[in-house]
Structures are given as C-alpha cells and as structure tokens.
C-alpha cells in the first residue's frame, strides 16, 4: 500500500478565528484527498514573558522536513520576527514545495492572496465619501506583518488622495490583538483632542475591544465616533452596533493552498500565485444599515451549542487542573489525563516527553534543553480511541510514537514546557478542540504546569534525600555514620528489648592511623580507614548495621545472636584484615582491635551504656596487644 501523502501545515494562534478558518479549508481538502496534515503551532503573545514565548515557539525545531512532501506555512501568523526568519530557513533548505499566504517577500513560494489593499482602499473610501469623516485615526498590525502592511499602504493612499493628510498621532501599530484597540481608544481619549470621525482598525478583534472602551465612557457607536474592522469574524457579524468590516475567503484560501501545494507535490499543472477577493460588508458601527439578515433562530442554536461546548471543555479543565495537583509521580498525572481524554472527542491523544525532561536540580535553567528536542523521547500516554498504550523510547526525528499507515487525519502538536524549559509536545488527532475550544491553550498549560510540579517534587525529594544521606552516611567510608548508627540501632536495640533477644555489639577500633598519617599521609590514612570501613560491612551478615563511629572507631549491632557469634563475627572480621594486607601491597599493615559482647536488653539498659561496654572489652583487647608487642621487641 503506498505511503498517504504528508503535509505540515505551521501557524501560530490556530484557536484565532483567521488562523481556525483557513485550517477549516485546508482540512477540507484534505479529507477529500485522504491526506495527512501535522500541524505545528504554538500560543505566542500570551504573557508577558518572553521566556515562556521560547518554550512556545520551540515546537517549530520538531519538525523533521524529511518527513513530509510539503508545506504550508501560515507565516503570517508569526508575530515574533527571528523566528518567521528561522522556518524560512528551514523551508527553503527541506527542498519541499511551499505555500504561504498574503506574502510576497518569498517568490519561490507559492502564495494564495487574498486582495486586503484593495478591500482596505473601498472601505476608507466608504467612511470618506459616504459618512464625511474628516479626522480618521488607523489601527494597523505589525509592520512586520504584509497583510497589515498592505492595508496601512492602504489608508495612506486613500487619504492622500482624498487631499487629506495622515496624522501621525492618530496612527498606532499593534500586533492584531484585542489588546490593541483597548489601548488605542484609550490614547485618543487622553489625547485632549476631540475624538477623531473615525477609528479603522486592520482586525476585528482590536476594533471589537475599542468599542466596549468606548461605551465604557459613554460614547455612542456610530454617534460619536465610527468604527470599523477587517475579517468579519463571528463575534463582529453578531456584536450590537455590527460590525462594518471585510469579509475574506478564508476557508477558500486554505484549501485552495491545500490543492496547489496537492498539485505541485503529484507533479500536475499548478499555479504560482492564486489570488482571491474580499467583500466589503457595511453595517451598523459606520451606520449603515446591515444588508444581510440574520436568522434569529439559527443565531441562538448557534450561540448555544458554543455556550455548550466551551462549558463542558472549561469543566474538563477544572477536573483535569484539580486531579493532577493530587498526583505526584508521573504515572499518577498520566493515568488522570488518560482518564478524562475521551472528553476531548478525539481520535487520538499522545504526550511526549524529552528523555530528561525531569533533569537534576543541579541543572541550572539556561542549560536546560530550550532549542529543540532529546534525540529520543518517550510516549507515557497514548489514548487511541479508547485504548491506553505507552511508548518508551522513540526518536524525536520521526515526530510521532506512532505513525498513521492511513490517510485523513489532522493531528495538532503542542508545546509542553515551563518557561522556556521544554518538556515535550503533545499531539491531538482529528479533533475540533484545538481550533473550537477556548480552553485547549489552558490544558496544555495545565498539563504542563502538572509535569513542571512533578519535575519539582521529584527532584525535591532527590535534595532530601541526599541532604539525609549526608546526615547518616560517613563521606569517607560510605557506610552510617553516628547519626545514621543511632537512628537504624534504635529499632534494633527497642525489638531485641522487646522480644527477649539477645543484642550483639562489636566495638573495632583501628591501630596505627596516627603512625600511617605521620609516615605516608593523610591520603594513606584514609585509604586505610576507607580499606577497613569496606572489611568490617563485608564481614556483617543479614540483619547486622556497622558505622563508622568516630574518627578510627567502627561499631557494629545485630540482633537474635548468640555467644559464639563473638568469635564468628570477630574472626570475620580478622581474616579479611589479614588477606586485605596481602593483596594490596601497601607500606603498612591495616590493623584493629575489636571488643564484643552479646547480651539480653534488660529494661534499665541503654544503647550507649551497652556500646561503653563493648567499647570497655575492645580497650581491653588493645591494651593485651600492646603488651604483647611489648614483650615480642624486648
């Protein structure tokens, strides 16, 4: 069966209307053609942050040209400019035939326009020479962006030819969001001039949010002030005063860029450049009088069931926000979100995680993975319809876990990170949630925040316990030191006591450490000292706890023992001595002497009044050396 053809399809804002119709066109198309599309796309702008705009715009280094026979690329739709400059890079190098939209800066692009200057010129031309508007303030896009640059070119034209002079003051750049017209309003109401005629806006959404802050401070649309728009999104055919605004085939230019890049990549006749027309639509905010009617009813079926829908995904996202606050492992979160995925009313759900996305706490931030993805990735949750499986390793080079042997399918992948510290992507196929819902760009932050919490509590836990570790375990000997001795012989001693057990506690001392320092270093003495930690924790058995005490000073404690472990343990450990001496060639002989006593724990005994008894025999047993040594030189 032969390979479906695969198409990536990058964006950026794919929940924005403009983005959400042109997919609509290229899905579309691709449904009848059976192709595959992977659409990469991230939430820019959202904060402030510019670290977290990073670990957005990071999905765009996934992907791996060589899967894919072409590309559609919404590069108008990127707002951040070293990164417009890095897929174009990337694109022309892969070699694929490429479609881009409303730009002609890329000639070896293919390019589907739809005609802006054109739509902008008819409307500026409508509020002048229908409505008289004198004083006209402009709300454009991004310089950086063509389309908004088309439409600035626009009113620039209109106005000079209609012998009237673009005032600087009355012009604001933004970046085609809501947030632009809130502001611009506010600049002309501050300004201590009247308020222009009118304000045309290069989007809706801008246009839309100037009016609420018109109105806020009593103003009448279109009484005191007109305002229009560009796109005639859903909100602005339905807002009171509608909006007057253009009206551009979205849904045609996205599969009509669907279809060229189809043609160029099966070696058919295609076209260059296609270019499309916008309809200028007149409505109430200009005062004119809408032409097209609205069906009333169809309006609040409509209404309702996106009240509806965004209901239930809000409530999804609270179960999935509350659920995985209570998780701490990674299986927990994954098992909570594959739980609740079937809401999503998708075919298939995967999260995919870089190999170190946990990462040691050492590990400062900025040499946390940020610029791309781990060679190899592992899928924790894949939920294909209905089914939970898991991929442990996979490389990120094929994009996917998995891949679809069939065609039609439309999979969306998201970045998953915390600020600019990435921890994967997660893929969504053929689902309506990442373009319908108002809420998709919330759980992917959610999930992503859940991951981040983990990663924390995780490496939390590595911190205490090394901080623990520290606190019982000697450095040098690797075995507990007096705290760790205490706090593991306590139980034994407290069980001993309890059941009537005789308690075994040996005291070994070390000889010569000082005659080894002062002759061959303190590297030898602790070499030596290390030497006899390793002798003395070979030579216990099951059951039995030794630290290192103190300075030269070793313990050892074992319960349920009898008298003749005395000399099982002591010899244990003399034997090792001795064959330790002999194989490691040094200049010295490790030595120590050993006291040990087993004993019933009576109710008035301690654990320290015991090891000063066995630490009374051990001295005991180095005085009768010493004497012994004594005699042997004289």
């Known amino acids: 069966m032969n390979r479906p053809t695969e198409i990536a399809l990058i964006a950026a804002g794919i929940d924005e209307e403009y983005q959400c119709g042109v997919i609509d066109g290229v899905i579309e198309y691709a449904k009848e053609k059976d192709l595959n599309i992977s659409c990469f796309s991230c939430f820019c702008g959202v904060v402030s942050d ?103 070119e626009a009113f620039c034209e209109v106005i000079t030819a209609a012998g009237k002079c673009v005032d600087p003051d009355r012009i604001m750049f933004g970046e085609f969001r809501p947030s632009d017209g809130k502001v611009m309003a506010e600049k002309l109401l501050k300004s201590g001039r009247k308020l222009p005629d009118a304000l045309i806006c290069a989007n809706d959404a801008a246009a839309l949010s100037a009016i609420k802050v018109f109105e806020d401070r009593g103003y009448t649309i279109p009484d005191d002030i007109i305002v229009t728009g560009f ?9 009171y005063p509608a909006l007057t605004t253009v009206e551009r085939p979205l849904a045609e230019a996205g599969y009509s860029a669907c279809e060229i890049l189809y043609n160029a990549i099966e070696g058919k006749s295609w076209e260059k450049v296609r270019n499309l027309d916008a309809k200028l639509v007149l409505s109430e905010s200009c005062g004119c009088v809408s032409t097209e009617l609205t069906d009333i009813n169809a309006y609040r079926r409509y209404t309702y069931n996106i009240l509806d829908y965004n209901r239930s995904k809000v409530r999804l996202l609270n179960s999935i926000i509350s659920e995985t606050a209570e998780t701490e492992t990674p299986e927990e979160c994954m098992r909570v979100i594959g739980n609740r995925v079937s809401e999503l009313d998708c075919d298939r759900f995967c999260i995919c995680l870089c190999d170190d996305w946990i990462s040691n706490y050492s590990v400062k931030i900025e040499d946390s993975l940020i610029h791309g993805y781990t060679p190899k990735m592992s899928a924790p949750l894949i939920w294909n319809k209905g089914e939970i499986s898991e991929v442990k390793c996979f490389r990120s080079s094929n994009i996917a876990p998995r891949n679809f042997s069939t065609g039609g399918n439309i999979s969306y992948y998201l970045p998953l990170h915390f600020r600019e510290r990435c921890l994967g992507y997660a893929i969504i196929t053929n689902s309506e949630f990442p373009t319908r819902s108002m809420v998709c760009h919330s759980l992917i932050m959610s999930i992503s925040q859940s991951l981040e919490d983990i990663r924390k509590l995780i490496n939390l836990n590595n911190v205490i316990d090394e901080l623990d570790k520290l606190y019982v375990i000697d450095p040098l000997c690797n075995i507990y030191n007096r705290n760790g001795f205490i706090r593991a012989a306590d139980s034994v001693f407290n069980e001993c006591r309890m059941l009537g057990q005789k308690l075994l506690i040996s005291f070994v001392d070390m000889d010569g450490l000082k005659y080894i320092n002062d002759n061959f270093g303190h590297s030898e003495g602790d070499f030596a000292l ?32 009898e008298e003749e472990d005395i000399e ?46 066995a630490d009374e025999v051990m001295y005991k047993e180095k005085k009768r050396k010493n004497y012994s040594r004594y005699l042997r030189r004289y």
Do not use: W
């Open 50 to 152: 510019r670290g977290f705009d990073v670990g957005e715009n990071n999905i765009y280094s996934l992907i791996n040209y060589k899967m894919f026979d072409g590309v559609i690329l919404m590069i108008n739709t990127i707002p951040d400019v070293e990164v417009k400059q890095k897929l174009v890079s990337a694109v022309k190098a892969s070699m694929l035939p490429v479609v881009v939209f409303d730009c002609n800066e890329y000639p070896q692009f293919m390019n589907v326009t739809i005609n802006n200057k054109k739509a902008m010129s008819e409307l500026v031309s409508h509020i002048i020479e229908v409505h008289g508007a004198n004083d006209i303030a402009y709300l454009s896009g991004s310089q950086n962006n063509p389309e908004a640059v088309e439409r600035y």
């Open 530 to 561: 290390k030497t006899l930690a390793t002798i003395i924790s070979e030579s216990c058995e099951e059951g039995m706890i030794c630290a290192r005490f103190g300075g030269d000073e070793f313990i050892v404690i074992g319960l349920n023992a």
């Open 231 to 239: 796109d005639n999104i859903y909100n602005a055919r339905h807002h």
């Open 568 to 613: 099982k343990v002591e010899t244990a450990i003399n034997s090792r001595v001795e064959h330790t001496n002999k194989i490691t060639g040094k200049p010295y002989q490790v030595e120590c002497s050993i006291g040990t006593l087993v004993t019933r724990v009576a109710d008035d005994m301690t654990l320290f009044k015991l090891i000063t008894k």
